[in-house]
DNA sequence: ATTTCGTCATGTAACGTTTCATTCAAGAAG
DNA sequence: CTTCTTGAATGAAACGTTACATGACGAAAT
């Protein structure tokens, strides 16, 4: 702003208090001893200086910046912002300061955003990577050389993790849908390359197996996490042939994509098509009908992905990595009935 | 991570290279002439030994830390998070990192992040206090001692703005319900401390000004911005006497709780009340009916207040601060009809 | 009376950069 | 052949801290 005067050092508040800089900094961390006349002194200069303690220096000094970051790839995303939210609160607590990141699921920008990291030596990392075993992000992640925690990616290295089980959360949600009498269960879900796709799989082969049915790979869908990839096979398989009689979004933003490809296709859920989320959020709730989703925590799981990593650094301990796992609950709401005879083949 | 080798700094990479720390540097600022042969010997021992430069020890002796924080009350409102989103994509490229806390409508922690970021010595500040005219607030502001964009805040001091028509805005869909036949139309909005609420009060009652009507106080609630509160506002007065026919959620956040409160009085959207809220979100895109807003793009406003900020860093300039306003439009949906005879009072 | 501690304050080095004032060498000009 | 001038590399200082080794000064102990 309009003032540039630049701000007090220590060594203007040493000077202020007659003491030496040694002293001053001394009363600053109050842990040493102190003459309790020259305490005062120096507390006084401080409080008429307006001084406080420049960071960066600190840093400098003590190698640690108390800074961590998040990489995700979307902020927008109700879930992750929760959980953003909520590690955030843990690290502002901890007195670490929190740096944000969005990879947008493009690897360029996930190493750039790492390198920069790296650079600025924050003291921690918090990220769920687009690629598990991509080379190059592998050995970026290392290079930054601070204690990682992993969002439900499978580790690599030493890294911590927090993994989600979406395989029994979505095996549970295929057989609520067998259960009800769907037979052509559509899952549409992200890239393989990372946990939660191959998970959300799994899952659904699981319920198929376990029903001693035969899975229609042609009904399961996995590119991308985002809404848009969502609209356009749920578009595609509502109005191809043998359209399926459920959906499942298995992404946490890929609701919206599938409401949209309902609602252009002119169905009504559920009547004409069942739906089940992934995660609870406004939408899900507050739909008409209010959408059955596979939910999942991310306000405890931010908490609780901070921790770990908070715990990791206080003990900077060469403890082996350590997986925290979130289970799932099935939140049952009107979106799911049985299937329409006429819709089936 | 395992790996507690400290990494390389330039004078490590001088010496394998075999010269002296300021021909280091100045290759790797790569601005003033250098000897080509030596050049090519800093840069190998630069990816030999993987050197990348201290950010901390930069920031120290450039006194910039290319870091720029947001602080908003709260991350998960859908369009603040399209908001950080923007900004920090736009800060992103230009170099910046980009700090984000949660103040949570809470001065004192506003007040401790305001310090904490004044010691770190951030370059640039994007936020929105939770009141304007708070002196300490102010202060504290004043003391961070960097350019700040204040958003849709009537801005103090030296500080640009980004500022929101909500006032028109308002009056805009107070009229649009006026003309609909509706006479007790209901605004939930937040602090009249900070200027969103003040110029939602005024924009409803400009409407009835220009309609040549009396404004029934009762309807008017100004608390905060949340949806609980929304929720609970919109809940007394639906169950008490004279209930409103039309309800204007008069925040970002607070269209769920009016939902959930008219949902647990039974009514229907649009044929008992009449429901408007504040910007476009898959919520109200997607609820059946859809949701009649006053939008403000937030992603827009993410991206302008970036440059807005960055320009006046680059030109640190001591320009008068500037204030941009960005409109409002009516996004007109399917949940507001004429009110029902039964309930007209 | 001299030595030995113990208590506190001081001065200084170090963290990893950048930059500025020097120095040095070599080529151009007298 | 000497003197200037230019170009390029060097060395050192500085940024604001913290921490460590030193020093000063009394008091207690021999």
Chains 1, 2 share one sequence.
Request: proline share 6%; aromatic share 4%.
């Amino acid at each position: 702003m309009g003032d540039r005067v630049p701000k007090p050092t220590i060594k203007d508040v040493a000077r202020a208090a007659g003491v030496s800089l040694g002293t001053a900094s001394r009363v600053i961390n109050s842990n040493a001893t102190v003459n309790p006349k020259l305490r005062v002194k120096v507390l006084e200069a401080i409080s008429i200086l307006g001084y406080s303690p420049n960071a960066v220096a600190q840093s400098m000094r003590l190698k640690t910046t108390q800074a961590i970051a998040i990489i995700i790839r979307d902020i927008t995303v109700p879930g992750f912002s929760h959980f953003i939210k909520s590690a955030q609160e843990i690290l502002y607590d901890a007195g670490y300061v929190l740096m944000l990141a969005a990879s947008e699921d493009s690897k360029d920008r996930e190493l750039g955003i790492l390198n920069s990291l790296a650079r600025r030596r924050i003291d921690g990392l918090i990220m769920s990577t687009m690629s598990e075993n991509d080379e190059d992000l592998v050995a970026a992640r290392e290079e930054v050389g601070v204690p990682i925690v992993l969002l439900d990616r499978e580790p690599t290295g030493t890294a911590d993790a927090i993994i989600l089980g979406y395989r029994e959360g979505t095996q549970q949600a295929v057989e609520y849908l067998l259960n009800l009498g769907h037979a052509r269960i559509a899952l549409i879900t992200g890239s393989l390359e990372t946990r939660p796709g191959r998970e959300r799989f799994l899952g659904y082969e699981d319920a198929f197996a376990a029903a001693g049915l035969a899975v229609d790979r042609r009904l399961m869908r996995a590119r991308n996490f985002t809404p848009e990839y969502a609209f356009v096979e749920s578009t595609a398989m509502l109005n191809g042939r043998d359209p399926p009689t459920a959906i499942i979004a298995g992404g946490v933003a890929m609701l919206p994509g599938v409401m949209r490809a309902i609602a252009a296709s002119n169905l009504r859920i559920p009547a004409d098509i069942s739906v089940i989320g992934s995660i609870n959020s406004e939408l899900s709730e507050l739909a008409t009908p209010p959408i059955t989703v596979v939910n999942v925590d991310y306000r405890a799981i931010g908490i609780e992905a901070a921790r770990l990593l908070l715990d990791r650094l206080d003990n900077a301990l060469e403890d082996p990595p350590r997986r925290l796992k979130f289970g799932t609950s099935l939140i049952i709401r009107q979106s799911c009935a049985p299937p329409t005879a006429s819709r089936l083949r």
